[in-house]
């Protein structure tokens, strides 16, 4: 039971490339969820996902894309990366029956 | 005025002591969530509360709804208890949880 597994764990990238993360949870979880983390402040949402086919926007969607490919898999896609997205950013899945958060190991992502 | 606020933001105990971490949140929620992350490391979730107490070995966690209050303690501290520990809650009908900024513990052998 691998739970949350999320990729790259580390990434550069140039101002204006693109790139996505990808996610995955094996259980069976309907809610999954995209934060940011920045120095000083709390975990923000970027995106989340409440079932499959459906999304939805956070507190800081802005330069951000999401698809929620199927049950297990939720991906982050940064278009046009910019040096303010320079940021650790986990993905998280949970469901009303479970009575925990599950989340991702983390991406950090330095846009220079 | 953030919607939940931690406090201590730092705390710096010796081994053995008792520590109490603090969260007030200004919203109505379904749901407390109590997290751990290590430096470098991922998080994990300790404790989902909606009312009461809970106990896993030697965390315990309180929450009173009607204050909008809980707290973390920690019994018998031990270095690899240093993390950062984050309180969650979930707003009442909602799937979107807000975070606090975190409680960044050190406890020195």
């Known amino acids: 039971n691998a739970g949350v597994t999320q990729t790259p764990k580390f990434q550069v990238l140039k101002t204006g490339q693109s790139m996505t993360l990808q996610c995955a949870q094996d259980m069976n979880h309907n809610s999954m969820y995209w934060y940011r983390q920045d120095p000083g402040m709390g975990l923000r949402l970027i995106y989340y996902?409440?079932?499959?086919?459906?999304?939805d926007k956070g507190e800081v969607p802005n330069g951000y894309n999401v698809s929620r490919l199927n049950k297990r898999e939720f991906s982050l896609r940064l278009e046009s990366a910019a040096p303010s997205q320079t940021s650790v950013y986990f993905c998280?899945?949970?469901?009303?029956?479970?009575?925990?958060?599950?989340f991702g190991s983390g991406t950090q992502l330095s846009v220079l | 005025k953030n919607e939940v606020e931690q406090s201590p933001q730092n705390l710096t105990a010796q081994e053995g002591e008792f520590i109490t971490i603090n969260c007030s949140y200004s919203?109505?929620?379904?749901?407390l969530h109590w997290l751990q992350q290590h430096p470098g490391g991922g998080i994990v979730s300790l404790f989902m509360?909606?009312?009461g107490k809970k106990k896993h070995g030697r965390l315990i966690a309180t929450i009173n709804i009607q204050e909008k209050h809980s707290s973390l303690h920690i019994t018998a501290s031990h270095p690899r208890d240093s993390a950062v520990y984050i309180c969650a809650v979930q707003p009442s009908g909602t799937y979107k949880y807000i975070f606090g900024t975190g409680t960044r513990l050190k406890v020195l052998a």
């Open positions: 998280a899945s949970s469901d009303v029956a479970s009575e925990k958060l599950f």
């Open positions: 509360l909606s009312s």
């Open positions: 996902s409440a079932s499959e086919g459906t999304t």
């Open positions: 919203v109505g929620i379904s749901a």
